[in-house]
């Protein structure tokens, strides 16, 4: 089955922790995704690859950190420092370049106490 | 930045009646222009795209249509089942994937 893979479902951290979650596609897709959404709210973007070794901020980079050493994964960090880290996570990939469909994980809950 | 807004935000119809959503955009360079559905505690789906060389497109029960001019596209859903309940955000891109707020749909049986 190919398909995106995120893990683990649920997590919870204490205050200050850092924490990773991860993200593997079996898609053979270039470009990997990082949004974060909040209860009523659109998908906001954290981070971006479109190709190996490389990776560009999004919109609400600070406090989160990623890397892309392999094709399938892209696992994101969550720091200490980012402020109001509780919420849900979703990772995406697609086909290099422009206009294409982005294919999603199931999602991560993160709640920090 | 680009700038996105979807109407309404929460839509209650009941079952095999139509439903529309409305998305409106300020980047007039957007040529792309996505509905995704999300189910609860899921991730989002595209269930309908279309780009600005064309006005509408059909699938099925949904269709899609763009008014390039007036910077807005919308969702439209016939003979709505109760399966359609769940949360559709539009993405319009101009490079990258900009998300409205969402639109909450419920379909009463």
């Known amino acids: 089955d190919g398909g995106i893979t995120q893990s683990p479902k649920y997590l919870f951290r204490k205050e200050g922790q850092n924490v990773t979650l991860s993200c593997e596609q079996n898609l053979n897709h270039d470009a990997m995704y990082w949004y974060r959404q909040d209860p009523g709210q659109g998908l906001r973007l954290i981070y971006y690859s479109q190709i190996v070794n490389d990776f560009q901020k999004g919109d609400i980079a600070e406090g989160y950190s990623v890397s892309r050493e392999k094709k399938e994964s892209f696992p994101l960090t969550v720091t200490s420092a980012q402020k109001n880290p509780t919420a849900f996570y979703l990772c995406?990939?697609?086909?290099?370049?422009?206009?294409?469909?982005?294919?999603f994980g199931p999602g991560t809950r993160l709640t920090v106490l | 930045g680009e700038n996105v807004e979807q109407h309404p935000s929460t839509l209650s119809v009941q079952e095999g009646d139509s439903a529309v959503i409305k998305c409106t955009y300020s980047d007039s360079a957007s040529n792309y222009f996505p509905w995704y559905k999300q189910e609860l505690g899921k991730g989002p789906q595209l269930i309908i795209d279309?780009?600005?060389?064309?006005g509408e497109k059909k699938d099925q029960r949904i269709a899609v249509t763009l008014n390039k001019t007036a910077k807005h596209f919308s969702l439209h859903i016939t003979e709505t089942q109760p399966e359609d309940s769940a949360v559709y955000f539009c993405?319009?891109?101009?490079?990258?994937?900009?998300f409205g707020q969402g639109t909450e749909l419920s379909v009463k049986p």
């Open positions: 279309i780009r600005s060389n064309v």
């Open positions: 993405a319009p891109e101009g490079g990258k994937l900009i």
């Open positions: 995406a990939s697609s086909i290099a370049g422009d206009y294409n469909e982005q294919f």
